[in-house]
C-alpha cells in the first residue's frame, strides 16, 4: 500500500511564501502523476498543480506564475512552492499519486495539510 504524507502547512501573511513537501512511502513506479489539489470551505476540491514522471507540469489557472511544482525521485517527494500567496488560496492541501505500471496502479490520496493566509 502507498502512503503520502504531506508536511509545510501553516499561517502566512499575503504575499509570504511557503513550500509544501509530499512524501510516498515507497516508489510507486517509472509511470506517474504526481500532483496538488486543494478544498477551501464549502468548495468543491480543485486542481493545483500536476507534474509527470516526465516532468511535464500543469497549473491551475488561479495559481500559474505564484506556484511551483517540482520533484525529486530519489526522495519519492514531490514539492509546492507558493509564492505571493492571497487569503483565496487559503485551504487544506492534499498530495495526490496516480501509478500506472502495474505493482503499484492505482491513485493515492495524502492527509492533507492546512495552509492559511492572512490579510
Known amino acids: 500500500q502507498v502512503q503520502l504524507v504531506e508536511s509545510g502547512g501553516g499561517l502566512v501573511q499575503a504575499g509570504g511564501s511557503l513550500r509544501l513537501s509530499c512524501t510516498a512511502s515507497v516508489r510507486i513506479g517509472s509511470s506517474n502523476v504526481m500532483g496538488w489539489y486543494r478544498q477551501a470551505p464549502g468548495k468543491q476540491r480543485e486542481l493545483v498543480a500536476t507534474?509527470?514522471?516526465?516532468?511535464?507540469?500543469n497549473y491551475g489557472d488561479s495559481v500559474k506564475g505564484r506556484f511551483t511544482i517540482s520533484r525529486d525521485d530519489a526522495k519519492n517527494t514531490v514539492y509546492l512552492q507558493m509564492n505571493s500567496l492571497k487569503p483565496d488560496d487559503t485551504a487544506v492541501y492534499y498530495c495526490k499519486a496516480d501509478a500506472y505500471t502495474a505493482y503499484y496502479k492505482g491513485t493515492y490520496w495524502g492527509q492533507g495539510t492546512q495552509v492559511t493566509v492572512s490579510s
Open positions: 507534474i509527470t514522471s516526465g516532468d511535464t507540469t
